[in-house]
């Protein structure tokens, strides 16, 4: 498909689609020429069609969808779903694209439905539009929120419970608000440099999508985006197991430590070598964790299962290599980096195939995050958010926790609409309005 105002440069993708795409259409059409030939009329090409010859029936191709728009957020989860409405509110044409079928990746259909840490050491250290979401989701809810005031004597005792079919809805509607359009059961099949940014086409049932923006913001959680580009991603040998979370009590979602985390009922079985990498690699922890959990049932015939996520939940896997690498020492030290855009706080979280022990930071200790650990090692107009940010693997343990997703989310969706809005690449635009912006939002930014 052809567009005059945009000149393509066909980057190296590490997984296009399209190639097997032309095999089969030319398949088709091979073998249906004469079944086509016969349909009366063009508007009668999205309808099926039924060849006489061969008692086959073809469907055919839906009609190409074309979008244009500033900021092109990929992957609507924990990290997404804030920056989606950060950029949209900053007034940048926002688009999100989302593989499943509702908002809030891990936090809703993970089932990890108990965001850490928005405070730190008696005084609340995250805020803005992932906290806005948190705090309303338990108001409608009837919920409670911790008094963060209070140092807890484990750290898990301040995260907040949320009801996360209340979050889905209002993440929701909050894009809707804010104009982001958001399109589900999509993702991004091949990426091409254009002279405004990106052309990215997304596939889903039924849909062929080619959006062109200037920006876009990978929260898919393992940086597919940037693996397509071919850009550096880092990931070990062996990675943290992902869980199956499932419930033997009634779902009292929002109540307890998360329902399924419960100590009266709930379990979480470990997948060991869980990947989020693709559709495959999913499909392989979803039946693991189902297997597992049919097992325990099996082995305990009186228990009954009353509540299973949909999907298992993933801990790690690709991080990106960034303009800068938060290295563990940085992490434990809390040192303040000259472009940090937001703080984290978690106890060091390695989870290995026998648990994990966390290792909680030192009393006063509150690491940031750097604008540079966003941006991709020598990319342009790309950012991420969420648990792939460059870190090393001990730091990201840490990192990687819902507040900070959220508060990443916000701080790329900012960089990104002012980015678009200048015509400059992330790592040019003057810190001071990525900070000025995030302010004007209630996020809270060290230093400002
Ligand atoms: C079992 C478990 C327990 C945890 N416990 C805690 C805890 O107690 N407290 C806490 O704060 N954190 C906890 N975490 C960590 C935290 O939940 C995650 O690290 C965080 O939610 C990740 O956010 P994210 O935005 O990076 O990814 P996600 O929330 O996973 O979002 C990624 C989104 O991208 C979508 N996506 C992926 N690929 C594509 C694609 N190609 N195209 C389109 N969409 C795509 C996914 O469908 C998903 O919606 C836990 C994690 C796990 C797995």
């Not at 993933?314 to 991080?319: G, I, K, P, W």
């Amino acid at each position: 498909m052809k567009h005059n105002n945009h000149e393509s440069v066909e980057l190296p993708c590490e997984f296009t689609h399209a190639s097997r795409r032309d095999f089969l259409q030319k398949s088709i059409l091979g073998t249906a020429g004469l079944g086509l030939g016969m349909m009366a009329s063009p508007s009668s090409a999205q309808a099926d069609a039924r060849d006489p010859d061969s008692e086959l029936v073809f469907r055919t191709e839906e009609p190409d969808v074309t979008h244009t728009v500033d900021v092109l957020v990929v992957g609507g989860g924990t990290a997404g779903t804030i920056a989606a409405i950060q950029a949209a509110r900053a007034g940048a044409k926002t688009l999100l694209v989302e593989r499943g079928a509702q908002l809030g990746g891990t936090l809703t259909t993970g089932g990890v439905s108990f965001p850490g840490l928005f405070d730190a050491w008696g005084r609340q250290i995250i805020a803005g539009i992932g906290w806005e979401l948190v705090k309303e989701s338990v108001e409608l809810d009837g919920g409670s929120l911790p008094d963060f005031s209070q140092v807890p004597a484990r750290h898990w005792q301040n995260q907040v419970q949320v009801n996360p079919f209340v979050y889905a809805m209002l993440a929701e509607d909050k894009c809707t608000e804010a104009g982001v359009e958001i399109a589900y059961y999509e993702f991004p099949q091949t990426i091409k440099r254009t002279s405004e940014g990106w052309q990215v086409d997304c596939a889903g049932f039924g849909t062929k999508r080619h959006v062109f923006c200037k920006q876009i913001v990978d929260c898919t959680g393992g940086a597919e985006v940037v693996g397509m580009m071919n850009l550096p991603r880092l990931r070990e040998k062996e990675t943290q197991p992902g869980s199956m979370l499932f419930s033997f009590n009634p779902h009292n979602p929002g109540r307890g430590r998360g329902a399924p985390l419960s100590p009266a009922g709930g379990r979480v079985h470990y997948v060991h070598g869980a990947d989020s990498s693709n559709s495959r690699t999913v499909t392989a922890a979803n039946l693991t964790g189902r297997k597992n959990a049919l097992d325990f049932i099996r082995q305990n015939p009186e228990r009954r299962i009353l509540h299973m996520q949909p999907e298992a939940s993933f801990r790690e896997n690709y991080r990106i290599q960034g303009e800068t690498l938060i290295a563990v020492d940085d992490y434990r030290s809390g040192g303040v980096f000259d472009d940090a855009v937001c703080y984290a706080v978690y106890p060091v979280d390695l989870h290995t195939r026998t648990g994990v022990v966390p290792e909680p930071l030192e009393n006063g200790i509150i690491p940031t995050i750097p604008l540079r650990a966003l941006i991709p090692k020598n990319s342009r107009n790309i950012m991420v958010a969420g648990r792939c940010v460059s870190s090393d693997r001990l730091a990201n343990s840490g990192l990687r926790v819902q507040a900070p997703c959220m508060a990443m989310g916000q701080a790329a969706g900012a960089t990104a609409t002012l980015a678009a809005k200048s015509g400059k690449t992330p790592l040019d635009v003057p810190l001071d309005d990525i900070h000025s912006l995030l302010n004007a939002h209630d996020a809270i930014v060290p230093g400002f």
